[in-house]
């Protein structure tokens, strides 16, 4: 069901040109996509937890930029297409890193039994939001608020500096929004 949803709303938004391979390539035996999970243990730590998320990003990010104060105050207002591309794409760094384990863990009785977890094995350390830039950017062009937008959607939680997460929500607000929703998605949604 995710999977299907994520195409419909990717092909009905993302027509630029590019988009049609970066689809494939999602689609592909290359690409684990739509059977990772979002983490190793956190949220939607589960198969098809990755596109879930992004589901739930782009549903969020929707619905901030349906409020009034954003729009008449903030005058933040980007395209249907932007606002898929930022929410659908954002985690696409997660593709091929999540590799099925176990880890041990008390049950209710207080004896250690084996779970079923993932590891992260990341074959190219490129960094977060700057890494699914990157493979983005091989397939489609992205605008600078799109590129800025998904660089820091970890916000502050991220590894990067303060200043410059704080500039490039200045700078870029759709920054800020998909930063709040990515927020809002993986904190109340995914808890």
């Given at each position: 069901?995710?999977k299907?949803?994520f ?8 027509q630029?040109?590019?988009?049609e ?5 999602l ?22 937890g990755l596109?879930k ?5 782009y549903e969020c990010?929707?619905a901030?930029?349906?409020?009034p104060?954003v ?6 207002q980007f395209?249907d ?5 930022v929410?659908?794409l954002?985690?696409?760094c997660?593709?091929n890193?999540?590799q099925?384990?176990?880890r ?11 779970v079923?977890s993932?590891n992260f ?8 939001g700057?890494?699914s ?5 091989g397939?489609?062009k992205?605008?600078r608020?799109?590129?800025?937008a998904?660089?820091?959607h970890?916000g ?5 500096e303060?200043?410059?997460?704080g ?6 607000p ?7 929703a990515?927020m809002e ?7």
């Amino acid at each position: 069901m995710d999977k299907e949803t994520f195409v419909d709303i990717y092909k009905k938004n993302i027509q630029r040109e590019g988009s049609e391979d970066l689809l494939n390539y999602l689609l592909s035996s290359k690409s684990d996509f739509f059977e990772a999970p979002c983490s190793t243990r956190f949220h939607l730590s589960e198969p098809g937890g990755l596109v879930k998320h992004s589901l739930n990003v782009y549903e969020c990010l929707k619905a901030y930029l349906e409020r009034p104060r954003v729009k008449e105050i903030y005058g933040m207002q980007f395209s249907d297409e932007t606002i898929a591309i930022v929410a659908l794409l954002h985690d696409i760094c997660k593709v091929n890193v999540y590799q099925k384990s176990t880890r041990n863990k008390k049950n209710d009785q207080g004896k250690w039994i084996q779970v079923p977890s993932y590891n992260f094995e990341d074959d190219l350390p490129y960094g977060h939001g700057e890494k699914s830039v990157y493979i983005i950017s091989g397939f489609m062009k992205l605008t600078r608020d799109e590129a800025f937008a998904i660089r820091y959607h970890m916000g502050f939680s991220g590894n990067e500096e303060a200043m410059n997460v704080g500039k490039a929500f200045a700078l870029y607000p759709l920054a800020f929004a998909l930063s709040t929703a990515d927020m809002e998605s993986t904190y109340f949604l995914e808890k």
